[in-house]
C-alpha cells in the first residue's frame, strides 16, 4: 500500500535554533497535512497542502507532489513547539490519508 | 470553525466485552474518519464515512464496526475487546477529501 516515510524519527533543537522535518511518499499523492501532537495528545493542524509552499510564523511547509516528498521548517524553536510532529497524505481521488511514524521534537532552553 | 466531541473521554472495558465509541461534529463536513493510534507510533485507518450512510474500511478493520447515523455523527465499535489492549482512538472530519480536523481522542484500556 501507500507508505509514508516520515525522518528523523527524533529530534533535539535549543532554543531559538531551526531545522527541517521531511516526509517521503512511495507514490504520488495530491495533498498533505502536518500536524503537531502536544502533551495531551491533541492533533493541530499546522498545514494543509495541495502544492507549493505556506508559511505561517515560524513554521514553513513545502509539497512537492512530482519528486513526493514533503517538509517541515521549524525556525527560532521554542519550548512550546516541543512534541510529536506528523505528516499526512492522500493519493489523487483517494480520502483515505495515509499517516507517517512521526517525528518526536524536544526544544531545550 | 466548529468542534469535534469524543465520548466517552476514557473507556475501560473486560476482554471479549463489546465497546462503543461516538464522535459529533458540527462543521457541517460530509467526511469522517475513525484512526487508532497506540502509544508511541502514528495513526491508522479503521473506518471512514464520505457521506450519510456510507462506509468505507481502512488498513484496520478487522475486529470493529462503524456506523454512520447521521452527518454530523460516526460511531465506532470494538466487537470484542483484547485482554491488555491499550490505544487512543481518533475522529476526523473533512469537507469532503480536505483537510481533516482532530477530536481530542477516547483512551481505552482493557482489563
Known amino acids: 500500500g501507500d507508505q509514508v516515510e516520515q525522518s528523523p524519527s527524533a529530534l533535539s533543537l535549543h532554543e531559538g535554533t531551526g531545522s527541517a522535518l521531511r516526509c517521503n511518499f512511495t507514490?504520488?499523492?495530491?495533498?498533505v497535512q502536518w500536524f503537531q501532537q502536544n502533551s495531551r495528545g491533541s492533533l493541530i493542524n499546522l498545514f494543509y497542502?495541495?502544492?507549493g509552499t505556506k508559511e505561517n510564523g515560524r513554521l514553513k511547509s513545502t509539497f512537492n507532489s512530482k519528486e513526493s516528498y514533503s517538509t517541515l521548517h521549524i525556525r527560532d524553536a521554542q519550548l512550546e513547539d516541543s512534541g510529536t510532529y506528523f505528516c499526512?497524505?492522500?493519493?489523487?481521488?483517494?480520502?483515505?490519508?495515509?499517516f507517517g511514524a512521526g517525528t518526536r521534537l524536544k526544544v531545550i532552553a | 470553525g466548529g468542534i469535534i466531541t469524543q465520548t466517552p473521554k476514557f473507556l475501560i472495558g473486560q476482554e471479549g466485552q463489546k465497546l462503543t465509541l461516538k464522535c459529533q461534529q458540527n462543521?457541517?463536513?460530509?467526511?469522517m474518519y475513525w484512526y487508532r493510534q497506540d502509544s508511541g507510533k502514528g495513526l491508522r485507518l479503521i473506518y471512514y464515512?464520505?457521506?450519510?450512510?456510507?462506509?468505507q474500511k481502512g488498513d484496520l478493520s478487522e475486529g470493529y464496526d462503524a456506523s454512520r447515523e447521521k452527518k454530523s455523527s460516526f460511531s465506532l465499535t470494538v466487537t470484542s475487546a483484547q485482554k491488555n489492549e491499550m490505544a487512543v482512538f481518533l475522529c476526523?472530519?473533512?469537507?469532503?477529501?480536505?483537510?481533516?480536523?482532530f477530536g481530542p481522542g477516547t483512551r481505552l484500556t482493557v482489563l
Open positions: 462543521f457541517n463536513h460530509d467526511t
Open positions: 499526512a497524505a492522500s493519493n489523487t481521488g483517494n480520502y483515505k490519508y495515509v
Open positions: 464515512s464520505i457521506t450519510e450512510n456510507d462506509l
Open positions: 497542502l495541495a502544492s
Open positions: 476526523a472530519s473533512s469537507r469532503a477529501q480536505y483537510e481533516q480536523y
Open positions: 507514490t504520488t499523492m495530491r495533498a
